[in-house]
């Protein structure tokens, strides 16, 4: 072990103790903010995803030989402790009686990961993450504030901890646009995403003075769209990329034939999810009850369509399924806003169209499983670092990478709910998840395996038989005992064991 992994053992130790104070706070309703209720804090499996993440991306890049990204991967893994090394901090400072022996704990693991960092990263390092810490602490009042029981601690270090990576990344980049040489795909996500939270925290602000529902909000709402696209985003796109990004994006989508094609079928399964969706509600008004709720098989038709959707993608054309994927997100939110604000004329419609297929996840205002179910089968594509693939590094078990979020989610989940729900009779000792349902997740997986060498001809997994087989374990374990947001968290776990 390294030092780096010294850290992160470190980290993982703290956030097991602390975990249990979080768990404290919420059954007694004394944390800061409104967490989701119907799940524990969920802190030790998202503090350690971050600084995994980060440090299996240096093995990469050391390996094939990009010092850039090297260093890129030390600052991922030192900014994902820095922000659980304070969601801890603030664990503890709420915490009364101050919990004596956990505080000792977090404090000596504070210590040894400030030590070595002290001693591995550069100023400009360590500046940087100073800085993603500022802006995860701020965007932390503002968002937890404005969107209660949306979020677990554990969910909103995670996904507030990346889109603070994104931003601070985003002002690096802009700052800096005359030295970095980046692919625009890679600008388009960060200002898309950077883009849609601003929105939303802007938006917010703005209607709490006025009326969201009328037809004048809706029409302001529209305008300050397209002013906050046109205006904003497209010139701050154009500053990063150098070209006109619409004429841009238009010649990347028809570049070539097997784009167009794979244009017109995803186009084909949108309006088949679309009408999935309208014919549920179909069923809903027919019925005798209106309080009824999508089964759980109803769900799932929507991973089985992600599945469809993103399997010819990573096959096919990797960068355009990377593309395509930003946009949908960036589509999911704006829609979500639309939702949320009751904007004319879709937001009244979207509010009874979408009631139907909630959990006890969407506790909250926002209804994020969609969009979390989009991440998880996204983010194995966004977080593949390109530049160190270039000399065969993902090979084994790595050359399954891309498909984390189709083997986790899409098949592993979908098929442990469905056969968990139907047939599972011996439950996990402390929770609702069947032994069944887990037993069959990880055969469909490994099935799936096998249907990725037949028709993947860019994957050969070199005899990592036994390794693939342990991921798919440990990670369909970890759905069956993880009350957090399984669709964000399987993949990137899946992800992380597949890269070491």
Known sequence: MDRYSWCAVALAVQAFYVQYKWDRLLQQGSAVFQFRMSANSGLLPAA??????????????????????????????????????????????????????????????????????????????????????????????????????????????????????????????????????????????????????????????????????????????????????????????????????????????????????????WSLLAAFACLVVVYQNAKRSSSESKKHQAPTITRKYFHFIVVATYVPGIIFDRPLLHVAATVCLAVFIFLEYVRYFRIRPLGHTLRSLLSLFLDERDSGPLILTHIYLLLGMSLPIWLIPRPCTQKGSLGGARALVPYAGVLAVGVGDTVASIFGSTMGEIHWPGTKKTFEGTMTSIFAQIISVALILIFDSEVDINHSYAWIWGSISTVSLLEAYTTQIDNLLLPLYLLILLMA
């Not at 969601?87 to 101050?98: D, H, K, M």
């Not at 938006?203 to 003075?209: E, N, Q, R």
């Not at 909000?217 to 300050?224: A, E, N, R, T, V």
Request: aromatic share 12%; proline share 4%.
């Open 48 to 265: 350690m995803v971050m600084p995994l993440l980060g440090l299996v991306m240096k093995e990469r890049c050391q390996a094939a030989g990009n010092p850039y990204f090297e260093r890129f991967g030390i600052v991922v893994a030192a900014t994902g402790m820095a922000v659980a090394l304070f969601s801890s901090v603030l664990a503890l400072g709420i915490t009364r009686p101050v919990p004596t022996n956990t505080c000792v704990i977090a404090g000596l693991a504070g210590c040894v990961i400030t030590y070595i960092m002290k001693h591995s990263l550069r100023v400009g390092e360590v500046i940087e993450v100073l800085e993603v810490l500022l802006i995860f602490v701020y965007l932390n009042m503002i968002l937890l504030y404005l969107l209660p029981r949306c979020f677990t601690p554990g969910e909103a270090l995670l996904v507030l901890g990346g889109i603070s990576f994104l931003l601070n990344q985003l002002i690096k980049r802009s700052l800096t646009v005359v030295e970095s040489q980046g692919d625009p795909v890679d600008f388009l996500l960060l200002v898309a995403v950077t883009g849609m939270v601003l929105m939303g925290i802007i938006f917010s602000a703005l209607f709490v003075f006025m009326d969201s529902g009328t037809w004048a909000s809706s029409i302001f709402f529209h305008l300050m769209t397209c002013v906050l696209g046109l205006g904003v985003a497209l010139p701050w796109l154009y500053r990063l990329i150098r070209r006109n990004p619409l004429f841009w994006l238009f010649e990347f989508l028809f570049q070539t034939e097997t784009r167009l094609y794979l244009l017109a079928y």
